[in-house]
């Protein structure tokens, strides 16, 4: 099965700081990462597919990049809406796994 | 406007049987593989199944291989999760979500969850 580690496990940043999150898988998997945001108490939602793919309605201020096994989440410009949990998950190979999330709040 | 509406979900007993639902609406079901995605209590989130569109093709997360059963009926846009010999670390928010289309892309759309308790 392919690990999926996030860093860091917690990140405390200020309003308008750039933010970046990792995401490393065990083995190559070839673009197949995307970003998921969960707020307390809600439904993960999705941010981003295959690496670098905005989805539909989700701010500019997000974006994704990486290839083979390391992979990374950008916020240009943190917002206080953007306090949430975020996670990694690959799709490259069954069993699809996530990674354990990265808790991000405000300064 | 996608929606997925979970049931199913409540307190049983360790080695007992639940089924989930999920109800589907707002899209066409037939054309998408769907899947389960579980969250134990304050922790991170770990895929369990999914389900080609035409309900050919299932996958199983190595947790509950052997035990967990996925299926749908494309006739009533419903998914469903069998869950047999339940065990205490089953116990999570389960939740129904739909893959980006007929191939098991991204999960675009989710739904609010349905909690399962396994106790005595």
């Known amino acids: 099965d392919i690990q999926m580690t996030q860093s860091p496990s917690f990140l405390s940043a200020s309003v308008g700081e750039r933010v970046t999150l990792s995401c490393k898988a065990s083995?190559?998997?070839?673009?197949?990462l995307d970003w998921y945001q969960q707020k307390l108490g809600e439904a993960p939602k999705l941010l981003i597919y295959?690496?670098?793919n905005l989805h539909t309605g989700i701010p500019s201020r997000f974006s994704g990049s990486g290839s083979g096994t390391d992979y990374t989440l950008t916020i240009s410009s943190l917002q206080p809406e953007d306090v949430a949990t975020y996670f990694c998950?690959?799709?490259?190979?069954?069993?699809?796994?996530f990674g354990s999330g990265t808790k991000l709040e405000i300064k | 406007e996608v929606q997925l509406v979970e049931s199913g979900g409540g307190l049983v007993q360790p080695g007992r049987s639940m089924k989930l639902s999920c109800a589907a609406s707002?899209?066409?079901?037939?054309?998408?593989?769907m899947a389960w995605v579980r969250q134990a209590p304050k922790k991170g989130l770990e895929w369990v199944a999914s389900?080609?569109?035409?309900?050919?093709?299932?996958y199983y997360g190595d947790s509950v291989k052997g035990r967990f059963t996925i299926s749908r009926d494309n006739a009533k846009s419903t998914l469903y999760l069998q869950m047999n010999s339940l065990r205490s670390e089953d116990t999570a928010t389960y939740y129904c979500?739909?893959?980006?289309?007929?191939?098991?892309?991204?999960?675009?759309?989710w739904g609010q969850g349905t909690l399962v308790t396994v106790s005595s």
């Open positions: 295959n690496t670098n």
């Open positions: 083995q190559n998997i070839n673009k197949y």
């Open positions: 998950l690959q799709r490259n190979s069954w069993p699809l796994t």
């Open positions: 707002g899209f066409t079901f037939s054309d998408y593989y």
């Open positions: 979500a739909r893959h980006g289309g007929n191939s098991p892309h991204w999960f675009a759309y």
């Open positions: 389900i080609s569109y035409e309900g050919s093709s299932t």
